[in-house]
């Protein structure tokens, strides 16, 4: 029985080439791989390329102080941050300051400047009716809005909706009169000047509007037209304060641009759905039916009753008082027409969608109902200078620890050394391969904690190696040759490595779970080294160890090579003495 052992272990010590080929191939396979996607680079984080620095602060509605509390804002913070790494933007940071204030730091790259444009657009999500249109600076108070910017449509059973109207939403209404304009847009005011019973209304527990009483109703109806008449949505300055102070449950006016970039102008009824109505959106391009890009929605039960009122009420009526505007931030996002009642539970937009404003529309959906209203304090931008400096002094000190980890390894280890640096080497090459890919992938991007974090693993890599040395070095003390000491040696050392890893590792797990921000970079990092270090281990140094013992200069114990047994004071090999034989037994 112990022939055969000992052959399967002397096979086994006889191809250590097998695991340095396997983590060659896969250092060549990562390497082609970061140079075939392009990213040759890893991303780099806010403190390191730059980007924009956003204070935002909450500001509590009439008689409603009380919101602003730590609950509502840790909600923001949470929607914030889905809304931003919704866009693809990597290691941007959402958090409090003080008890009203959020700081978003988004750091520069694709689609930082969308994602700047969806933070600040923080208030409510509402889905309002259309009472009114116009291209902002036309005339007329009711004309049907000149290009369509989507169609709802139900889909029933999962299949394809067919969207022809969808494209076609201005020629579908007939033309009618100033006058006649005019007198419906006052009769849908009236309307809608009693709140309904939307979920928009848990937001005005002050009361109805003033306008709900019957004889002021047509005098505020009035009053809503002739500002509408004189809105000017080219101009900023109006469109930022247009619907200000106007709650959910009373008419307001309102501002967006159509599919050909014009600024629009709306007269909207109450809000009738509220943002946390929606359960999901997402952009889905639809090649079933060649309708393009797609926002899907799916409601909650209770937002899909909803959905299903304003929808039935709205189909009924001719164009644009068969629209309904979905407003973020008082202003118009998307303002489909609907056909039927919708009463799926879901629905789809359609349109002159491409896939940057359908995801755009879809991000807005998903993550823009937030439970408080806030405004732009400070919008800054971030150089990347301050943390070019830092970085530049990281890699210094860090170049300083690995110089003198090297010194220490020739003085020490000489000819072991040279293992001990290859080692660091391929373990460096797998660490920035996997660091370039995982940008595009996961949306890692490396920050000044991270590079800490790398700088970390250099000890703990060389920790592992100078364990497996020691132990190979006491084997040899102990009278055994090179060979099978460092057979001997293994077993003993990679017990202790694995458990050091293991600490380290579940350090970085918990660190990455109870921390956010940049200290999650360096738990990454550090956690992602470690098990790398593993693998150089029982890939590379333990094979080339093996490989090296082979050879003369590190079998025979040369005095270079950190192995030899006189040097290491190797104890000569114990001989049982035999005991002289006496005459007379013999």
């Known amino acids: 029985m112990a022939t055969p052992k000992k052959g399967r272990n002397a096979s086994a010590q006889s191809k250590p080439g097998r695991s340095l080929a396997l983590i060659l191939i896969a250092i060549a396979a990562l390497t082609g791989g970061m140079f075939a996607s392009g990213h040759t680079k890893p991303r780099l984080g806010i403190d390191l390329a730059?980007?924009?620095?956003?204070?935002?602060?909450?500001v509590p509605e009439a008689g409603n102080e009380a919101a602003i509390n730590k609950t509502n804002m840790d909600t923001a913070v949470s929607i914030m941050e889905r809304r931003v790494n919704g866009l693809g933007v990597s290691e941007s940071e959402v958090q409090t300051q003080g008890r009203e204030n959020i700081i978003v730091n988004i750091p520069k790259g694709t689609n930082s400047e969308q994602a700047r444009k969806q933070v600040g657009t923080t208030a409510k999500l509402y889905f309002r009716p259309v009472i009114a249109t116009e291209i902002a600076g036309g005339k007329g108070t009711a004309s049907p809005s000149p290009s369509p910017t989507g169609s709802p449509t139900d889909k029933p059973s999962g299949k394809a909706t067919d969207k022809p109207e969808a494209t076609d939403k201005g020629s579908a209404s007939p033309s009618a009169s100033a006058s006649t304009q005019g007198r419906a847009v006052t009769d849908a005011l009236?309307?809608?000047?009693?709140?309904?019973a939307s979920a928009s209304d848990k937001d005005d527990k002050a009361g109805p509007s003033p306008s709900g009483s019957g004889g002021t109703a047509e005098g505020d109806a009035n009053a809503l037209q002739a500002k509408y008449a004189k809105l000017d949505c080219t101009d900023e300055k109006t469109r930022s304060s247009v619907g200000d102070g106007v709650k959910a449950s009373e008419p307001t006016l309102a501002c967006g641009k159509n599919a050909q970039g014009q600024w629009q102008k709306y007269i909207l009824g109450p809000a009738e759905v509220d943002g946390t109505d929606v359960d999901k959106a997402q952009a889905v391009l639809n090649t079933q039916t060649g309708a393009g890009w797609t926002v899907t929605m799916d409601f909650t039960d209770a937002g899909a009753k909803k959905f299903a009122n304003i929808t039935g009420k709205l189909a009924q009526n001719q164009s644009p008082q068969n629209q309904f505007a979905i407003v973020l931030d008082g202003e118009v996002v998307s303002d489909p027409y609907v056909r039927q009642a919708l009463t799926g539970g879901n629905a789809e937009i359609s349109g002159n969608f491409n896939q940057q404003s359908a995801q755009e529309l879809s991000n807005m959906l998903s993550y823009g109902a937030l439970p408080l209203t806030f405004k732009v304090d400070s919008m800054t931008t971030v150089t990347a200078a301050l943390g070019g400096d830092q970085l530049q002094a990281g890699l210094i000190a860090g170049a300083i620890g690995l110089a003198l980890v090297v010194i220490y390894l020739l003085a020490y280890y000489r000819g072991l050394s040279f293992i001990a640096i290859l080692s660091l080497l391929v373990s460096a090459a797998l660490t920035y391969t996997l660091m370039a890919l995982l940008g595009p992938a996961i949306g890692f991007a490396l920050n000044l904690p991270a590079v800490c974090g790398?700088?970390?693993?250099?000890?703990?890599?060389?920790?592992?190696?100078?364990?497996?040395?020691?132990?190979?070095?006491?084997?040899?003390r102990e009278g055994r040759s090179l060979r099978p000491a460092v057979?001997?040696?293994?077993?003993?050392?990679?017990?202790?490595?694995?458990?050091?890893?293991?600490?380290?590792?579940?350090?970085a797990a918990v660190l990455f779970l109870v921390t956010v921000g940049k200290v999650q970079?360096?738990?990454?990092?550090?956690?992602?080294?470690?098990?790398?270090?593993?693998?150089v281990v029982f890939l590379f140094t333990k094979p080339l160890l093996t490989l090296m013992a082979r050879r003369p200069?590190?079998?025979?114990?040369?005095k270079w090579s950190g192995l030899d047994p006189k040097s290491l004071g190797a104890q000569p090999p114990l001989r049982r003495t035999r005991r002289p034989v006496d005459p007379k037994e013999a």
């Open 553 to 558: 200069f590190f079998a025979n114990g040369h």
């Open 190 to 196: 009236k309307a809608d000047a009693t709140p309904s």
């Open 521 to 535: 970079g360096f738990a990454f990092t550090l956690g992602l080294t470690t098990l790398l270090d593993v693998v």
């Open 454 to 476: 790398a700088i970390v693993a250099i000890g703990i890599t060389a920790d592992s190696f100078i364990v497996y040395f020691e132990r190979v070095r006491d084997e040899i």
């Open 50 to 58: 730059g980007g924009t620095s956003i204070t935002l602060r909450a």
């Open 487 to 507: 057979e001997r040696a293994w077993p003993r050392a990679r017990r202790t490595i694995l458990v050091s890893d293991f600490v380290s590792f579940l350090a």
